[in-house]
């Protein structure tokens, strides 16, 4: 496994060898602007897979995607409301609708992150952990078995973030699902102009 400390940003080096290791079928544990996660190529599905036995997670609940940009997402076939490009970067979670299916995706508010997304495509990301049990905050705290399938693991230290705000944009109107930052949701509720 390769592992890097950082205390600031990662170098262009560091994201160009993650970059490395995720188009390669890797799986990687990675800070977001929330929380850690794991993180693979969205559309290696054999990757994806692999974190879904890690996690002891059923085939029924999809991970969220992450984009450097909602052109990104849509070039996934995804349709991005109009109103999603003024608000993202931001710790937001949207359901969106994708051909008949639906699929949550997020742009996070990290630069270094969406550096790291526009060498590798969108990624999925899913909190680092086993099904049912807590999220993680630090790398020191992860399980170890799961520790041992990871393919590289970027440590920033302790990230003490709020879970993202979940919108769903699937309907009529926008439907708040599950409130994360309470400014943040206060922020969302005045740019949308409806009472989530």
Not at 3 to 25: I, Q, T
Not at 29 to 57: C, F, S
Not at 95 to 103: D, H, V
Request: glycine residues 10%; hydrophobic residues 40%.
């Amino acid at each position: 496994m390769k592992r890097w400390h950082v205390d600031g940003d990662p170098s262009g080096g560091v994201l160009d060898e993650l970059a490395d290791v995720l188009r390669a079928g890797g799986v990687a544990l990675l800070p977001t602007d929330t929380i850690y996660g794991l993180h693979a190529m969205a559309t290696d599905q054999q990757a994806v897979e692999r974190i879904r036995a890690m996690k002891g997670r059923g085939d029924d609940k999809p991970f969220v995607i992450i984009a450097s940009s909602v052109e990104q997402l849509r070039n996934l076939g995804v349709i991005v409301p109009e109103q999603l490009s003024g608000i993202w970067p931001a710790p937001l979670t949207a359901i969106l609708a994708s051909g008949e299916a639906t699929i949550a995706a997020r742009i996070p508010d990290l630069g270094w992150l969406r550096a790291l997304l526009d060498r590798t495509g969108p990624l999925v990301s899913t909190s680092a952990n086993r099904s049912g049990e807590p999220p993680v905050s630090s790398p020191d705290l992860l399980a170890s078995d799961l520790k041992n399938e990871l393919d590289a693991l970027l440590d920033q230290g302790p990230r003490e973030g709020k879970p993202s705000t979940i919108v769903d944009f699937t309907g009529a109107e926008p439907r708040l699902i599950r409130e994360g930052d309470p400014a943040f949701s206060q922020f969302l509720r005045k740019t949308l102009r409806k009472a989530l």
